[in-house]
């Protein structure tokens, strides 16, 4: 795949929740799970509601990604399986490495956090997409 159609996608935790393996859905782009992300899910995880077993289902895959990675390479992405070679990666991204650079958003919701992270990659050469529900 050339680089004109590989995008970055940023993703937002309902994403995740409607829909828990929609991380293997992205082989040949690159994706981007916010920190905040992962804490909504823990913290979603552990409810009486019918969306903790989805979330569960979303971390445990999540795991399963990175189970091997040291946090450099977290942080940097690591390969999605794909058949093809030009595959993707997935990286779990700190909210407080761009605190600094977006002031647009408020620090105090989860969703500003993660639009705050949508537009710091904004910059970067691949086209981005901000996956919510």
């Not at 004109?4 to 996608?9: A, N, Y």
């Not at 828990?20 to 690159?30: G, T, V, W």
């Not at 040291?70 to 990666?89: D, F, K, M």
């Not at 647009?104 to 949508?118: E, H, P, Q, T, V």
Request: charged share 25%.
């Amino acid at each position: 795949m050339d680089g004109s159609t590989r995008k970055l996608f940023v993703l937002d935790t309902n994403i995740l929740l409607h829909e828990p393996l929609a991380i293997y859905s992205f082989q040949e782009h690159d994706v981007i799970v916010p920190m905040t992300v992962l804490e909504e899910l823990d913290r979603i995880k552990d409810s009486k509601r019918d969306v903790s077993r989805d979330a569960r289902v979303a971390i445990r895959a999540l795991e399963d990604i990175f189970h091997d990675a040291t946090p450099e390479q977290i942080s940097a992405g690591v390969p999605l399986q794909s058949q093809n070679e030009t595959g993707g990666t997935i990286a779990i991204f700190a909210d407080y490495e761009v605190k600094e650079t977006v002031h647009a958003f408020s620090d105090k919701m989860g969703d500003n956090r993660i639009l705050k992270i949508a537009c710091y990659f904004c910059s970067r050469s691949l086209p981005l997409v901000m996956w919510s529900w």
